[in-house]
């Protein structure tokens, strides 16, 4: 997959020296936005330069993300949220960005994603993080009956193509 870079990005990319980042997005009731390096106010929001780490952010088979978030936890909060709030489905994403470009539309997005699972330990905590509900995808999403809206059903066993996919129509048993 390849990315157009702001032209301040690929300056600070071609530079001797580059202050990478990352700009993580926690979407628990109150949401938490963290900077791997100072606090930074990007894209009107305030992401707080505290304790946060990524790792193996990747592609996997079938177009599924993954990766890792650990984040400090001295102070307990983050294993509050966690207990209290879970992090599974929960949104997360996650920025690339250089402390040279910092402008709306420097950052380059990584990772979109949700919360896996975690384990809580008293100096961090560690939050896998997956593709969007990878594990709950399946097609259809919904059911074709007159109780989601469809006046007509297709006979047993009729079967159309659309978007290069063949459905063929059964009945719930």
């Avoid at 700009?23 to 990007?42: E, K, Q």
């Avoid at 009107?44 to 400090?72: H, M, N």
């Avoid at 599974?88 to 990772?111: E, G, L, N, Q, S």
Wanted: aromatic letters at 10%; one cysteine or more.
């Amino acid at each position: 997959m390849s990315r157009t870079l702001t032209t301040p990005t690929t300056n600070a990319l071609a530079g001797q020296l580059t202050l990478p980042g990352y700009l993580v997005y926690i979407g628990w009731s109150t949401p938490v936005r963290l900077s791997s390096r100072a606090d930074l106010t990007w894209n009107s929001s305030l992401y707080i330069g505290f304790g946060v780490s990524v790792s193996g952010i990747e592609w996997r088979g079938s177009a599924e993300q993954g990766g890792t978030l650990k984040l400090d936890n001295s102070s307990g909060a983050y294993s509050v949220l966690a207990l209290d709030e879970g992090v599974a489905d929960v949104p997360v994403k996650v920025w690339a960005y250089d402390a040279a470009a910092t402008a709306t539309a420097d950052p380059v997005a990584v990772f979109d994603g949700v919360g896996d699972s975690c384990d809580i330990m008293p100096a961090a905590i560690t939050i896998k993080v997956t593709s969007k509900r990878s594990r709950s995808l399946f097609a259809p999403r919904s059911y074709i009956t007159q109780d989601n809206g469809f006046s007509i059903v297709p006979p047993d066993g009729k079967t159309i193509v659309w978007g290069g996919q063949r459905y063929t129509f059964q009945r719930q048993r």
